[in-house]
């Protein structure tokens, strides 16, 4: 422990936007004193942090019923992490060296609880994709869409962290015909390219329920929803009979220029929900915590096979992790965004 600094760097945010989105100049890289772990505390080196969207919700709002506290000037950001166990009591069954993942990310050292470390092991072949959201789209596509082959899918932000494993996923359970959506002709070349999307519609090139007629001409069976807005009215309008819509993301709310981006209102056609038996069911991950064990499982063996890919940009140094979250926010990269330290 004699050769560790006395000192640690994290993010916080600084101030909350005047309006829009925030921006790199509203959070500031502090430096604070090494933490010193508690009784039932292990202190752990981060060594990677994702970057989420959903940071958004939480800046200076936040909304009931979720496991996540809002964000307010002066507090630290959190969030998926990395991290190499620098020492833990005893008995807790953690080593010194040993890399764990847990929920305190934006920070270069952590004090974190035993029972918020879970040890990686050697389940995947890259530490780093322990912070892959695809367990929240494996459940979903499982428990809540219970996808079925041949099934046409539709994966709406399918570039993001969530939809560059969702639609790959999709395929592996046996999609028949897959669409995605995204922001940018770039990004949908790629997912084509990449991911193995059938069709990727842009958000904005001409009117999406356009785009999905031509895409999807006999309509969709699965919705795998991370927008909402506009592109989830045009997918109960191209559903066929007994359609499963599984929602899991609010990003035309989420990341819009105005609000605060803890609502995501939309009109869609309730009739058409009836006369097609449209069934729509929001996912949580929190309610299914057998997913995650099953994920992994499944996960390690499709990335060792070749089967599946884990879409990822990472970013070098703390310093530049509010940059990249900008960049999260404007949809400038595919796949999840990793800061690594």
């Known amino acids: 422990m004699s050769d560790l600094p006395r000192t640690s760097r994290e993010i916080r945010l600084t101030a909350l936007p005047e309006r829009g989105l925030p921006r790199p100049e509203n959070f500031g890289l502090v430096q604070v004193p090494l933490p010193v772990p508690g009784e039932g505390e292990a202190l752990v080196r981060n060594r990677l942090f994702h970057v989420p969207a959903a940071l958004r919700t939480v800046i200076g709002g936040g909304l009931a019923d979720t496991p996540f506290p809002a964000l307010f000037p002066g507090d630290t950001l959190f969030g998926a992490a990395v991290g190499e166990v620098v020492s833990a009591p005893a008995g807790s069954g953690l080593t010194s060296g040993e890399l764990v993942s847990h929920w305190l990310g934006w920070r270069e050292y952590a004090a974190v609880p035993v029972a918020g470390c879970t040890p990686l092991g050697d389940l995947l072949p890259d530490p780093a994709a322990h912070l892959a959201q695809g367990w929240t789209a494996y459940g979903a596509l499982t428990r809540a869409a219970e996808l079925r082959p041949g099934d046409t899918v539709l994966v709406t932000g399918g570039a993001g962290a969530v939809g560059s494993l969702a639609g790959q996923i999709a395929r592996l359970l046996g999609a028949g015909r897959l669409v995605g959506s995204t922001g940018s002709p770039e990004k949908a070349e790629r997912m084509v390219a990449e991911l193995g999307y059938d069709a990727v519609l842009v958000r904005g090139a001409e009117p999406f329920a356009e785009q999905l007629a031509k895409a999807a001409p006999d309509g969709i069976d699965v919705l795998f929803d991370n927008v909402g807005g506009e592109q989830l009215r045009a997918a109960v309008a191209a559903a066929r009979p007994g359609a499963r819509f599984a929602l899991v993301g609010a990003l035309s709310g989420q990341l819009a220029a105005e609000g605060d981006g803890t609502a995501a209102?939309?009109?869609?056609?309730?009739?058409?929900?009836?006369?097609?038996?449209?069934?729509?069911?929001?996912?949580?991950?929190?309610?299914?915590?057998?997913?995650?064990?099953?994920?992994?499982?499944?996960?390690?063996?499709?990335?060792?096979?070749?089967?599946?890919?884990?879409?990822?940009?990472?970013?070098?140094?703390?310093?530049?992790?509010?940059?990249?979250?900008?960049?999260?926010?404007?949809?400038?990269?595919?796949?999840?965004?990793?800061?690594?330290?």
């Open 265 to 341: 209102p939309v009109e869609i056609d309730s009739f058409q929900l009836i006369l097609k038996r449209i069934a729509v069911r929001g996912y949580s991950g929190l309610d299914h915590p057998d997913v995650l064990e099953e994920w992994n499982s499944r996960f390690g063996g499709w990335l060792r096979s070749g089967e599946i890919s884990f879409p990822q940009v990472r970013i070098q140094g703390i310093e530049r992790a509010p940059q990249a979250l900008h960049e999260v926010f404007g949809g400038r990269h595919l796949g999840t965004v990793v800061v690594e330290l």
